[in-house]
């Protein structure tokens, strides 16, 4: 099945914006996972998405910059808002330092301000932030001296593990039978 045509008869879609690379390497990692757990998966960029495919699930994934998701993710949110609405929905956000940081992550955790909102809308089964990767040429010197005050570190920081281990929890509740009207 090709990775990136949206329309395939897939179980699962997983949707993704991404900037330099890193949100789409979670994407394809959750995808790998998910095709593992025995199930057909879609994976496409959200801009390439006119209409949502047929299907049991949907993974939505973006990165995070000042506290918002790129304009291309909010656009597919609010355009696609209703349908996702009536399927089984996991999201997932790439920010820096993820959330799993004993002192830094909690104090940098990198959510969309709108955040808050878009859980109430499309009451995902589960929203997780993951680490991503941080290239020195993307971060002006002040930051940096502050980021490594607080012992982070520059490079790909994306913590496979973490994301392979929602993947499988996301592919086993995929496995069970849902109730006509599933709670969320």
Not at 38 to 67: F, H, M, N
């Amino acid at each position: 099945m090709p990775d990136h045509d949206p329309s395939t008869g897939a179980d699962v879609l997983v949707a993704f914006a991404s900037r330099h690379g890193a949100t789409r390497g979670v994407a394809e990692r959750i995808a790998a996972r998910l095709r593992g757990g025995g199930l057909a998966v879609a994976v496409s960029p959200v801009e390439d998405i006119q209409e949502l495919p047929p299907g049991r699930a949907v993974v939505l994934g973006s990165p995070v910059y000042d506290q918002r998701w790129p304009p291309e993710f909010d656009a597919f949110l609010e355009r696609h808002l209703e349908c996702l609405a009536g399927r089984r929905v996991w999201l997932f956000s790439v920010g820096t330092f993820g959330d799993g940081r004993r002192v830094i992550g909690p104090l940098m955790r990198r959510e969309p301000r709108n955040i808050a909102e878009v859980r109430e809308a499309l009451q995902p089964h589960d929203y997780r932030v993951f680490a991503g990767v941080i290239l020195r040429h993307q971060w002006p010197l002040p930051s940096r001296m502050l980021f490594h005050a607080f012992g982070g570190r520059l490079g790909d920081n994306r913590d496979w593990p973490a994301v392979d281990a929602w993947s499988e929890s996301i592919a086993e509740a995929l496995a069970r039978r849902p109730e006509p009207a599933e709670a969320r």
